[in-house]
């Protein structure tokens, strides 16, 4: 079956902590990987995404991740939180329908 | 540009009425789709159109809850009746077009929050 898992529901972060939220997947076949985010009161946008090339992916706002394909896994990091990152985020995968499939969201709370 | 539009943003209805909920998608943007969040989970599609055509309805409850999307722009979402279990925020995305992996990114709308009481 078709899914994915996030390890942490709610994540609490100080200023400039780092920032890692992990990410692991199940699916058959070619995979496309996403990381979204919702920031309180906004719509989901597209923080960033991977579907071939280097596994190593950066995205807006200093965000990056890595898809190692041996774990099944596309951990999100951060190597200094602000207090604006406070946010859910949400790890995506797809294959070449485009339909995507999240897991279950991590709340992240930066503490200033 | 302007974003994906969905109305109401809020909707309170009491259980066995119906509802509807509107969603009008990026300017262009050939294919649109409408999930369901319940939560503390990630949304889960109910159902994907290109163009006019439900090309994946798979998950959508077709007893209670319908769509349509007939002249392939703005689309809307129906159920009927309402259960407790559909409180829920029901969100609409919308894409280029047919799947193309390097560009068919899916934006979505602000969502509706239904509250079944």
């Known amino acids: 079956a078709q899914s994915v898992s996030q390890h942490n529901h709610h994540v609490i972060l100080s200023e400039a902590a780092s920032l890692e939220l992990g990410c692991n997947y199940s699916?058959?076949?070619?995979?496309?990987l996403f990381w979204y985010v919702q920031y309180p009161g906004q719509h989901l946008q597209l923080l960033l995404k991977?579907?071939?090339?280097?596994?190593l992916v950066k995205g807006i706002k200093g965000f990056e991740a890595e898809f190692i394909k041996s774990k099944f896994s596309f951990n999100l990091r951060k190597p200094s939180v602000q207090w604006s990152d406070t946010a859910e985020y949400f790890c995506a995968v797809s294959g070449n329908t485009g339909k995507l499939i999240f897991g279950q969201g991590t709340t992240l709370q930066v503490k200033p | 540009e302007a974003g994906v539009v969905q109305s109401p943003r809020y909707k309170i209805i009491e259980k066995k009425q119906p509802v509807a909920f509107w969603c009008n998608p990026i300017?262009?943007?050939?294919?649109l789709y409408w999930y369901l969040q319940n939560l503390g989970q990630g949304p889960e599609l109910l159902i994907r159109y290109e163009n006019e055509e439900a090309v994946d309805d798979s998950q959508l409850p077709k007893d209670r809850f319908s769509a349509e999307r007939l002249k392939g722009v703005d689309s809307t979402l129906k159920i009927q009746p309402a259960e407790l279990g559909d409180s829920a925020v029901y969100l609409c995305?919308?894409?280029?077009?047919?799947?193309?992996?390097?560009?068919?990114?899916?934006?979505f709308g602000p969502g509706t929050r239904l509250t079944v009481l």
């Open positions: 995305a919308s894409s280029l077009g047919r799947w193309d992996r390097e560009t068919n990114e899916q934006f």
């Open positions: 699916y058959g076949g070619t995979v496309n």
């Open positions: 991977y579907f071939s090339g280097d596994p």
């Open positions: 300017s262009g943007h050939n294919t």
